[in-house]
């Protein structure tokens, strides 16, 4: 089902990410042998990249969405700790890294060696202990200083020391005061530790470790995301589920399941980041929760077809999504069965249901600002649109102009609608007393008393909303305009009392000829078929002209006019000469060359 989901904008959204903050090393090489020192593979060295991961890949993938991320975190008292970029760590310029040095600690490291996408061998290079309380209080510091100009605070744990107990507790508390959202993406095996933050993003084996329910269909997702949200006192539970995809638990609503998005998949890590990042951003925007978790998810799908630890653009998101609503159009045209089912999932989820309807022949500007202006108004809109019999009933045998299936498929690719649903009835009556929208929309044509289905509505609490009309938009409008006969195109403004009229063509030759020559013709005229361009000739009292023999030379007080495709060809006035181009039918115009007669031709 298209949702009709959308990014609000990112960039001057601002993500406090605090967390484990590790780099990730890759060596690239090619095996084509195995050691005689031992059944091991010998990797011939080719090259090797290094790039943040953990929390630093969180905040490379914020940035790569176009927000600005604030990393907290502590790297070693090392060469690599001291100078990231001298060691060749990109960072990107909307993140601020807060780094604390910590003594005797290396900076965190995985190795991982690789050859082709085959990842060969992995070597970590890690303190996990907790942090000393002195480090604990340098970590807390940088985080209250950076707390401020966040919209959203990620706690990022890979169990590496960072959010040891004390700082884990105390940014949590902070982050409350301060009046910011908190999601942890854990590795603790219990969620007590993650007491009151907002959200928690588990994959499955994190939330059996800490629930001890397997996860083996939908019902148990719930049931544990259940005891998670219980154990925590968190808002909602967003549970990644690798292949099944992810759920959305909430405390009061119905839990939301996603399919996974993944087309191909190349490397799982780092995909959880991903998610995190993308979820963070999401609701720092504006988006609703649910909103959210499907575009998290899209990325997330995207991220795991990368090799390595990857980011995923905002240029990339944007454009899987639309081609995830492409896909989607004929999802959205509906029986109302099927319409029903839909709307019922919406309301558990607490949406408003906003409902209009109309024939839609040829969708013009009017009809897109009406259904925006009522999607704008309600969370989700539906389109009661009438079949093809229904619309010749109420407008005549000529109409509709477009079959149904037509205008559902364009009604069903606006992003206002959300749902498209024929009706065969001369009115949506039955319709609107079966799906109970929210909010009945219509034009302000119409006056609230002359709706269609509003008593019923209002009935149970309802409203009917009047949405103000674009003036000079309407289909019966387009279609006369459409069906017009073409109007002649005069050769001049002012009709003169006397005139000569020539008429001139080109040949398969391409010379010109003089096909007629008459006086006191109606000026208004066309370029008629078969190549005819008629030019007129106008004098005072009596025709002062004459053509001299093959030059096509104009003399007298005269003005010579042609009309070539709606545009002037040529004019003369006095001695100057009339002059034409030889070449294509009716393709004289002034200043490309002359036109020549077979011989003189006099008044």
């Known amino acids: 089902m298209s949702t009709g989901h959308t990014i609000p904008p990112f960039d001057g959204r601002t993500v406090l990410i605090l967390g484990d903050v590790m780099l990730d090393r890759y060596v690239s090489g090619e095996v084509r042998r195995v050691s005689p020192e031992g059944p091991i593979l010998v990797l011939r060295y080719e090259a090797s990249r290094m790039v943040l991961g953990g929390a630093g890949n969180v905040a490379n993938n914020i940035a790569a969405l176009g927000a600005r991320a604030v990393l907290v975190g502590a790297v070693g008292d090392d060469a690599v700790g001291h100078d990231l970029a001298a060691a060749g760590v990109a960072i990107p310029d909307n993140v601020l890294m807060r780094m604390v040095p910590v003594p005797g600690r290396p900076t965190t490291m995985k190795t991982r060696f690789m050859s082709g996408m085959h990842q060969l061998l992995r070597l970590d290079e890690e303190e996990t202990a907790p942090l000393a309380p002195a480090e604990a209080e340098a970590i807390l510091h940088a985080y209250e200083e950076s707390l401020a100009q966040a919209d959203i605070v990620i706690l990022s744990d890979y169990a590496k020391g960072v959010l040891c107990d004390l700082v884990l507790a105390e940014a949590i508390r902070l982050a409350r005061k301060a009046g910011k959202r908190v999601i942890a993406d854990p590795k603790r095996d219990s969620f007590a530790a993650y007491h009151q933050v907002s959200v928690i993003t588990p994959n499955e084996l994190e939330i059996t470790r800490a629930t001890g329910i397997a996860i083996e269909d939908d019902a148990a997702a719930l049931r544990a995301g259940q005891m998670a949200l219980d154990a925590s006192g968190a808002d909602a539970i967003l549970l990644t589920r690798s292949a099944k995809g992810l759920a959305l638990i909430r405390r009061g609503e119905a839990p939301l399941h996603l399919p996974t998005e993944a087309r191909a998949v190349a490397d799982v890590s780092g995909a959880g980041d991903t998610l995190v990042a993308t979820f963070a951003v999401m609701l720092a925007g504006g988006a609703a929760m649910a909103e959210a978790a499907h575009v998290a998810n899209v990325a997330a799908g995207i991220a795991v077809g990368k090799p390595g630890t990857a980011t995923v653009s905002q240029t990339e998101l944007l454009g899987a999504l639309h081609r995830q609503e492409l896909l989607a159009l004929d999802d959205k045209v509906v029986s109302l069965e099927a319409a029903l089912a839909q709307l019922a999932e919406w309301r558990r989820g607490g949406a408003r249901i906003g ?166 013709h109606d000026c208004a005229g066309v370029l008629g078929a078969g190549g005819w361009l008629y030019l007129d000739h106008r004098a005072s009292g009596r025709a002062v002209h004459r053509y001299a023999a093959g030059t096509g030379r104009v003399y007298g007080r005269n003005h010579l006019v042609g009309v070539s495709a709606g545009r002037a060809a040529c004019s003369a006035r006095g001695h100057q000469r009339g002059r034409a181009a030889r070449g294509r039918a009716f393709g004289l115009r002034a200043g490309d060359g002359e036109f020549r007669l077979p011989a003189a031709g006099a008044a």
């Open 355 to 520: 409902f209009t309807n109309g024939c839609f022949d040829l969708i013009h500007p009017g009809h897109v600002r009406l259904l925006n202006k009522a999607r704008a108004r309600c969370d989700r809109l539906v389109v009661g649109l009438n079949t093809d019999a229904s619309v010749q009933r109420l407008k005549g045998p000529t109409r509709p102009v477009q079959a149904e299936t037509a205008r559902a498929t364009v009604m069903a690719s606006i992003g206002a609608v959300d749902l498209v649903v024929l009706f065969d009835e001369d009115t949506p009556l039955d319709m609107i007393r079966a799906l109970r929208p929210d909010l009945l929309f219509k034009g302000a044509d119409y006056t609230i008393d002359q709706v269609v289905g509003g008593d019923f509505v209002q009935s149970y609490g309802g409203k009917v909303s009047l949405i103000d009309l674009e003036q000079g938009h309407s289909t019966t409008g387009i279609i006369k305009r459409m069906n017009a006969p073409e109007k002649a195109v005069p050769f001049c403004k002012k009709e003169p009392k006397h005139f000569w009229l020539i008429a001139l063509r080109h040949d398969d030759q391409d010379r010109v000829w003089q096909e007629r020559y008459s006086r006191n």
